[in-house]
């Protein structure tokens, strides 16, 4: 498995604490180190590993102990009001053997621009495969150098071992804002003096909630470690999943945290699955099983994936029942994939039934385990799939690793609805968990591709509508549970109108701006006005003309250089590119987007190609059982929680309950 030579782990792949740009270890405010670290919650009965580490700088403000640290460091726990024991005394483990490494970080810019980084030396132990079953409040302490402590309140939330909802669909629309939805609503629904003909699917569910997305260590979130704390109710680092981020080298050895679908499938058997329309072995589908620092080791994720953790005992979510999205990469045979093996192969030999294209998907039983890949890499989005489909022509992302285009591509609703399907036969009366992703919102947003996001939400909330449809024709709609919800935001926001045609008229950048109306000025949506001659086939619910003279002043607040039109893009969009004569990784407007447009500048460093993600707290929309739960405002782990209590997953011991329903049937 991928690992790092513990003298170059800086802080661009630790991301720890002690400053601010970059931190000595994430969550460590100290010398001493818990892991999981001080505010952290637990299920009942959800395995944990307990990392401890103390550290001794060598070198820079920090040096302490001419860089020797103390393997003699003692920990206790204490349940609140009773007796402090030794960790292995009270979780009746064998105490482990001290390790010791080194790594190297920055204290701040100044040193990383001088290449001065400050060495640490570090001892550790690590408890594996540990669970607290008693709610309540506990304290750990980490005592070191003759007196120090570092202490860890730790709260094991209330147990719920009913089982409320019989399946739960989680849908993710990656990076999705309610300012997204709202200018997605604007584009696919018609209004007239103000009131909206309809309505998003989203807009009509009972209960409404909002998140907050900020990880552990920063308040600005990736959707590595958000989707993390969805599914597991840790927070964690960017990039990481899983687990908490420790200062070794090894992107494999991190204390993990169980999942959800790791405990739903030790406890009750149920089926699970994940569908999306990025790679699936990207951060938002593969945090459900994966356990790393590292998001980007996508060959060894895909395995735990198929396999489970191998290197360590730990819990065997037995392979999802449905896997479907892109990302053949990791499943061809070659440098992508997890030691070079063929990955379709893996998998076919574990009993899966495999789809590579859209008439295999629809084609598919409902009886076996099914692994769905349709492209290299991400999907192409909705509005090149539906709208502006000759571009699928240009990508050679075929599945099996020519330079073919895919041509032959499901959407987000035909996965997600074949899974439901494949899901509910596989689960029978022990249910299924399903998290669908449409995850271009956010990749798009990131391009400030505006239009192909807003598509990409549209396609999720049109597979929402189909879903809550289909699940009523199964008889399965009051006995699950749907969410839709983001993992983080983006500063995206409409503040307005664009005449496009007179935009393009003028000759220079400040004439051009008159083109954008304001107040009175910002006019109606003409998105969904008819035009002659234009017609899509996409249904309703989606723009009926994707490129009208009168489009919608939108922008973003985080982003690089760039020049804007506010016309729809007809292939997908690149806002910069590089110049002869600078340095590659130094960004300038690209000549060839949006042409007739006006410059508008950067907020970002000169490095960066793309916009970034923002603080903004997400929406929760929620229903079905255990609706009530989701309402008000709450962190991102308490997505988590409030899925297990419905779940009855918060258990007093590790023992498989004997009714697997648990009293929560179909309802037909």
């Not at 030794?86 to 979780?91: G, L, N």
């Not at 629309?173 to 209004?191: E, Q, Y």
């Not at 289909?470 to 993992?487: F, N, Q």
């Not at 009530?628 to 308490?638: A, K, L, Q, T």
Request: charged share 20%.
């Amino acid at each position: 498995m991928a690992r790092l030579s513990s003298l170059v782990v800086v802080a661009a792949s630790l991301s720890g604490a002690a400053a601010q740009t970059f931190q000595r270890l994430g969550a460590c405010p100290d010398l001493g180190c818990v892991l999981p670290p001080d505010q952290s919650d637990f299920l009942p009965g959800q395995y944990f590993d307990l990392r401890l580490e103390v550290h001794a700088p060598v070198n820079g403000s920090e040096v302490f102990n001419d860089g020797v640290p103390d393997k003699g460091f003692s920990v206790t726990i204490a349940k609140e009001g009773g007796e402090a024991k030794s960790i292995a005394a009270f979780f009746s483990v064998d105490e482990p053997e001290i390790e010791t490494w080194d790594f190297r970080w920055y204290e701040d810019l100044f040193a990383k621009d001088a290449e001065t980084p400050s060495v640490v030396n570090v001892a550790s132990k690590i408890y594996r495969k540990i669970a607290l079953y008693e709610p309540g409040n506990y304290v750990v302490t980490l005592t070191y150098y003759d007196g120090q402590t570092t202490t860890a309140n730790w709260v094991v939330r209330p147990l719920a071992t009913k089982k409320k909802a019989k399946n739960v669909i989680l849908f993710i629309g990656d990076g999705m804002t309610t300012n997204m939805i709202t200018a997605a609503r604007l584009l696919g629904h018609k209004s007239i003096n103000g009131k909206y003909q309809s309505l998003l699917q989203m807009d009509q569910f009972p209960v409404l909630g909002h998140q907050m997305t900020h990880s552990i260590d920063s308040f600005i979130t990736d959707s590595a470690n958000s989707a993390s704390a969805l599914y597991t109710g840790h927070k964690s680092t960017v990039n990481a999943m899983g687990v908490y981020v420790d200062s070794s080298a090894d992107f494999f050895d991190d204390p993990k945290v169980e999942t959800l679908v790791e405990i739903l499938k030790r406890t009750w058997d149920s089926a699970w699955g994940a569908v999306s329309t990025a790679a699936i072995s990207d951060a938002t589908p593969i945090a459900l099983s994966g356990h790393s620092r590292s998001r980007y080791a996508y060959g060894s994720l895909v395995d735990q994936g198929l396999n489970s953790v191998t290197n360590y005992s730990w819990t065997n979510h037995g392979g999802p029942d449905v896997w479907f999205g892109g990302g053949a990469e990791q499943f061809n045979p070659g440098s992508g994939s997890y030691e070079g093996k063929d990955y379709y192969e893996a998998f076919a030999n574990a009993g899966y039934e495999i789809s590579l294209n859209k008439t295999s998907l629809l084609e598919l039983g409902n009886s076996s385990k099914a692994l769905g890949i349709f492209c290299q890499s991400h999907f192409p989005v909705w509005l090149d799939r539906n709208v502006f489909t000759d571009n699928l022509a240009t990508f050679e992302n075929d599945p099996l690793g020519s330079e073919n285009p895919a041509l032959d591509l499901p959407g987000l609703k035909e996965m997600t609805l074949k899974a439901i399907d494949i899901l509910h036969n596989r689960g029978g009366d022990k249910g299924f968990f399903l998290m669908s992703e449409g995850a271009s919102i956010d990749k798009q947003m990131h391009a400030l591709d505006y239009d192909r996001a807003l598509g990409d939400l549209l396609e999720l909330d049109d597979t929402v509508r189909a879903t809550v449809a289909h699940l009523k024709a199964i008889g399965e709609l009051e006995s699950t549970l749907i969410l839709v919800t983001a993992d983080h935001g983006h500063g995206f926001d409409v503040y307005g109108g664009v005449d496009t045609k007179y935009l393009s008229s003028q000759s220079n950048d400040r004439d051009k701006r008159t083109a954008v109306g304001t107040y009175e000025m910002s006019g109606l949506s003409q998105y969904t006005v008819a035009v002659d001659g234009v017609s899509y086939g996409t249904g309703p619910n989606f723009p009926v003309n994707w490129d009208p003279r009168y489009t919608l002043a939108q922008g973003f607040s985080a982003n690089p250089d760039r020049r804007e039109d506010f016309k729809v893009h007809k292939s997908p969009r690149k806002v910069v590119s590089s110049t002869p004569g600078f340095d590659k990784s130094d960004m300038f407007v690209n000549s060839k987007d949006s042409p007739d447009g006006f410059v508008v500048n950067g907020t970002l460093s000169v490095t960066e190609s793309s916009g970034v993600h923002s603080l903004t707290d997400v929406a929760v929309f929620a229903m079905g059982p255990c609706q009530e739960m989701f309402s008000g405002v709450y962190g991102n782990i308490d997505v988590f929680y409030k899925m297990a209590s419905c779940l009855g997953l918060a258990r007093p011991d590790n023992k498989t309950p004997t009714d697997p329903t648990n009293g929560c049937g179909s309802k037909h």
